[in-house]
């Protein structure tokens, strides 16, 4: 039943896009260099975010984003005419020069954006990638056809803040002229970046230019201006055949040449691929290359320790939610299983009172441990790992660490996460924290508090202690393996309260605070959400068959798009169509509707326990093939609209999104849901 939608030139858009200065500008492009660090901007060359850029560098890795160099205004001289390539808008509404109107073509080579102008007869080529683990950018342009001599001139529009804000002059910044180049020195405190052109005169004539408007920034109902400093500018001639890059870099250290960091991004991309089915369709492979982009270095002390993995560009750091959601498709989907080792064990080393970090601040400060799922997501990754790479070394030397874990989720930890022993089921939640995936706080106001007993939380919890008991067998622990089986055999039978036998589907939370009370004065929350989708699709499930199908057949009906699921069906109270507006209204719909592309992934594996139909199951996925070619060009978006058109939102380029999709097109076409789904009910096995 493949729908067969995808085609090798799907990501090469045209004139009619090009061209179109709001498609231009609506679409865009990422490029990152394993350290956090990353370039970003739209096709048009017009920046539309404070978080665009051609060297946003990660000072602290993988976090201390600086935006250093936030973009390159090109002009080219040839035959007499004066060709601008580059775009800006102003706060008075200018727009001004239009340069995206010489854009032929753009397309993606692997992971590289590339641009094709053409300026009469004459084709130029740009490209733009980053040197893996370094903060240094490349800027290549290469002359394809010209009857003639073109002049060149690159304007560097520069500057140095934190990535979240906006800078404005004007303030002195430091420029002293090198070779082929010059050196930015923005503060005493600050890290000095360097940008040189090979066989380019640099022209000093400091300037500062004001009032940039960043669109996207006043759609999002933030500030939305910025000033920038143009050190001068670099000139040169090409002929055509030949050749130059610009080089923007924060290392010490001489960069190489662009050939050699072309050739070896593209060797890896290859070896990538390579694992892939050779039958594998255009969209699929442009995902496993996206996958790279959120595999990052930790940093210590100046050096890496251990592999993590960045949730989402441009403004996420390393979550521990999103990492053990990402990491069977990012890596031990692809046989990546060395770097899924070192995140497991990255990840391991910063457990502290049986719980997994949700989030790695900025700037260094102590972790923040306030989720009750990412824990719970772990014993998941860990498992796969095992199962996937037939290796039970991993699960053997983290065992401890998973018994440790069990043992404070019974008697309790942080936030009242804590079983309760009347059932065997996991409760958390305090007033004023959000411990769910569904984590929006705006101010003390928590969105969907979900204090209680969550229905994907005790899912995991049930598939937690069902790994737990699997593999204390395998290890020879008789006596722990016997008090997991009593432990998920309670789950299972105690599960049974989430049934809301009016409706057939799952209640979202109970013994909670919020919802109708039942029988014995415990409060259900009947309110229809995807998460009880993990009940069916997680490896070991608490449902018998007859729920499983009703659970996704409601969610088919009520909560599937094309491009994932509704976080809220439309016919419940506070449903939000549309993710729009300031900060306090966007937060407010974030999970109050708004489809989440990463749960599809869980959709799929759920339809296909049900169903048994791959083709069908995976048709689910292709629509997710055509937004490759919409917002980050080769990526997927964090999150859309709730309604028609379905326009994207968030995060252009999210982790758990490339993954999730990546991750179910391939299990479904190798069989993997087969050997990795426990289809035995009422046994308490893990398999």
Same mark, same amino acid.
């Given at each position: 039943?493949?729908?067969?939608?995808?085609?090798?030139?799907?990501?090469?858009?045209?004139?009619?896009?090009?061209?179109?200065?709001?498609?231009?500008?609506?679409?865009?492009?990422?490029?990152?260099?394993?350290?956090?660090?990353?370039?970003?901007?739209?096709?048009?060359?017009?920046?539309?975010?404070?978080?665009?850029?051609?060297?946003?560098?990660?000072?602290?890795?993988?976090?201390?984003?600086?935006?250093?160099?936030?973009?390159?205004?090109?002009?080219?001289?040839?035959?007499?005419?004066?060709?601008?390539?580059?775009?800006?808008?102003?706060?008075?509404?200018?727009?001004?020069?239009?340069?995206?109107?010489?854009?032929?073509?753009?397309?993606?080579?692997?992971?590289?954006?590339?641009?094709?102008?053409?300026?009469?007869?004459?084709?130029?080529?740009?490209?733009?990638?980053?040197?893996?683990?370094?903060?240094?950018?490349?800027?290549?342009?290469?002359?394809?056809?010209?009857?003639?001599?073109?002049?060149?001139?690159?304007?560097?529009?520069c500057t140095y803040r934190d990535y979240h804000s906006h800078s404005h002059g004007d303030w002195d910044m430091h420029i002293s002229e090198i070779r082929n180049g010059f050196k930015a020195h923005a503060s005493q405190s600050a890290r000095s970046y360097r940008i040189i052109c090979n066989g380019a005169k640099f022209i000093a004539d400091p300037a500062w230019y004001w009032n940039f408007k960043h669109r996207v920034e006043t759609v999002r109902g933030m500030d939305d201006s910025e000033d920038l400093f143009c050190p001068g500018r670099f000139t040169l001639t090409l002929d055509e055949g030949r050749d130059t890059t610009c080089v923007m870099s924060a290392e010490s250290t001489a960069p190489k040449k662009f050939a050699v960091i072309s050739a070896q991004i593209h060797e890896s991309s290859q070896a990538l691929l390579a694992v892939l089915p050779a039958d594998a369709p255009h969209w699929i492979r442009q995902l496993a290359l996206a996958t790279e982009q959120f595999i990052v270095d930790?940093?210590?002390?100046?050096?890496?320790?251990?592999?993590?993995?960045?949730?989402?560009?441009?403004?996420? $750091? #390393? %979550?521990?939610?999103?990492?053990? *959601?990402?990491?069977?498709?990012?890596?031990? +989907? @692809?046989?990546?299983?060395?770097? &899924?080792?070192?995140?497991?064990?990255?990840?391991?080393?910063?457990?502290?009172?049986?719980?997994?970090?949700?989030?790695?601040?900025?700037?260094?400060?102590?972790?923040?441990?306030?989720?009750?799922?990412?824990?719970?997501?772990?014993?998941?990754?860990?498992?796969?790992?095992?199962?996937?790479?037939?290796?039970?070394?991993?699960?053997?030397?983290?065992?401890?660490?998973?018994?440790?874990?069990?043992?404070?989720?019974?008697?309790?930890?942080?936030?009242?996460?804590?079983?309760?022993?009347?059932?065997?089921?996991?409760?958390?939640?305090?007033?004023?924290?959000?411990?769910?995936?569904?984590?929006?706080?705006? $101010? #003390? %106001?928590?969105?969907?508090?979900? *204090?209680?007993?969550?229905?994907?939380?005790? +899912? @995991?919890?049930?598939?937690?202690? &069902?790994?737990?008991?699997?593999?204390?067998?395998?290890?020879?622990?008789?006596?722990?393996?016997?008090?997991?089986?009593?432990?998920?055999?309670?789950?299972?039978?105690?599960?049974?309260?989430?049934?809301?036998?009016?409706?057939?589907?799952?209640?979202?939370?109970?013994?909670?605070?919020?919802?109708?009370?039942?029988?014995?004065?415990?409060?259900?929350?009947?309110?229809?959400?995807?998460?009880?989708?993990?009940?069916?699709?997680?490896?070991?499930?608490?449902?018998?068959?007859?729920?499983?199908?009703?659970?996704?057949?409601?969610?088919?009906?009520?909560?599937?798009?094309?491009?994932?699921?509704?976080?809220?069906?439309?016919?419940?109270?506070?449903?939000?169509?549309?993710?729009?507006?300031?900060?306090?209204?966007?937060?407010?719909?974030?999970?109050?509707?708004?489809?989440?592309?990463?749960?599809?992934?869980?959709?799929?594996?759920?339809?296909?326990?049900?169903?048994?139909?791959?083709?069908?199951?995976?048709?689910?996925?292709?629509?997710?093939?055509?937004?490759?070619?919409?917002?980050?060009?080769?990526?997927?978006?964090?999150?859309?609209?709730?309604?028609?058109?379905?326009?994207?939102?968030?995060?252009?380029?999210?982790?758990?999104?490339?993954?999730?999709?990546?991750?179910?097109?391939?299990?479904?076409?190798?069989?993997?849901?087969?050997?990795?789904?426990?289809?035995?009910?009422?046994?308490?096995?893990?398999?």
């Amino acid at each position: 039943m493949s729908l067969n939608v995808m085609n090798e030139t799907h990501l090469h858009l045209g004139r009619g896009v090009c061209g179109n200065f709001e498609q231009a500008v609506e679409r865009e492009w990422l490029v990152t260099n394993g350290m956090g660090g990353y370039a970003s901007g739209t096709v048009g060359d017009l920046n539309t975010r404070r978080y665009h850029g051609l060297l946003m560098a990660a000072l602290t890795p993988p976090a201390g984003r600086t935006l250093l160099v936030a973009k390159m205004d090109v002009t080219v001289r040839y035959g007499g005419k004066t060709y601008p390539l580059f775009c800006n808008e102003f706060v008075d509404g200018t727009v001004t020069p239009h340069g995206y109107l010489h854009l032929e073509t753009f397309f993606m080579d692997g992971t590289v954006p590339v641009w094709h102008y053409a300026l009469a007869d004459a084709l130029i080529e740009k490209r733009v990638l980053m040197a893996p683990g370094q903060n240094t950018t490349y800027l290549h342009f290469r002359i394809l056809r010209a009857s003639d001599t073109l002049e060149l001139e690159l304007k560097p529009l520069c500057t140095y803040r934190d990535y979240h804000s906006h800078s404005h002059g004007d303030w002195d910044m430091h420029i002293s002229e090198i070779r082929n180049g010059f050196k930015a020195h923005a503060s005493q405190s600050a890290r000095s970046y360097r940008i040189i052109c090979n066989g380019a005169k640099f022209i000093a004539d400091p300037a500062w230019y004001w009032n940039f408007k960043h669109r996207v920034e006043t759609v999002r109902g933030m500030d939305d201006s910025e000033d920038l400093f143009c050190p001068g500018r670099f000139t040169l001639t090409l002929d055509e055949g030949r050749d130059t890059t610009c080089v923007m870099s924060a290392e010490s250290t001489a960069p190489k040449k662009f050939a050699v960091i072309s050739a070896q991004i593209h060797e890896s991309s290859q070896a990538l691929l390579a694992v892939l089915p050779a039958d594998a369709p255009h969209w699929i492979r442009q995902l496993a290359l996206a996958t790279e982009q959120f595999i990052v270095d930790r940093y210590h002390d100046g050096r890496p320790t251990g592999k993590t993995l960045i949730a989402g560009y441009p403004w996420f $750091g #390393d %979550w521990g939610r999103d990492t053990m *959601i990402a990491l069977p498709g990012l890596t031990l +989907a @692809l046989k990546r299983f060395d770097m &899924a080792a070192s995140i497991l064990r990255t990840f391991a080393a910063h457990i502290n009172e049986g719980m997994l970090p949700n989030r790695f601040p900025d700037h260094g400060e102590m972790p923040e441990y306030n989720t009750v799922d990412a824990t719970l997501w772990y014993f998941n990754a860990v498992d796969q790992y095992t199962r996937r790479s037939g290796d039970i070394t991993l699960a053997k030397a983290l065992y401890p660490v998973l018994v440790d874990i069990i043992a404070y989720h019974r008697k309790g930890t942080r936030y009242g996460i804590k079983v309760d022993v009347r059932d065997g089921l996991l409760a958390a939640g305090e007033e004023g924290t959000q411990l769910t995936w569904m984590d929006a706080k705006i $101010g #003390d %106001w928590v969105v969907t508090p979900r *204090i209680g007993k969550a229905v994907e939380v005790n +899912a @995991l919890w049930y598939n937690a202690l &069902a790994i737990m008991a699997d593999l204390s067998k395998q290890l020879g622990r008789k006596k722990l393996a016997g008090e997991y089986c009593k432990a998920t055999a309670q789950v299972r039978s105690s599960f049974q309260r989430f049934w809301n036998d009016e409706q057939s589907y799952l209640y979202d939370v109970i013994d909670g605070p919020e919802g109708v009370s039942d029988s014995d004065e415990r409060k259900l929350d009947s309110r229809l959400r995807p998460n009880q989708i993990f009940a069916v699709s997680l490896p070991n499930s608490p449902l018998n068959k007859k729920q499983q199908k009703a659970v996704v057949d409601v969610c088919a009906r009520e909560l599937l798009t094309s491009n994932g699921l509704r976080s809220l069906a439309p016919d419940q109270h506070g449903y939000v169509p549309y993710y729009r507006g300031n900060p306090l209204q966007r937060d407010a719909a974030y999970h109050q509707g708004t489809v989440w592309a990463w749960l599809i992934g869980p959709f799929v594996d759920a339809h296909y326990r049900v169903y048994r139909d791959a083709d069908k199951a995976r048709s689910f996925l292709e629509p997710l093939g055509l937004h490759l070619g919409e917002a980050c060009v080769g990526s997927v978006s964090e999150i859309f609209d709730a309604e028609s058109p379905f326009a994207p939102r968030g995060c252009f380029a999210q982790a758990w999104s490339v993954s999730e999709v990546l991750r179910a097109w391939l299990d479904l076409n190798d069989g993997a849901h087969n050997r990795l789904m426990n289809t035995s009910i009422g046994k308490g096995k893990s398999r």
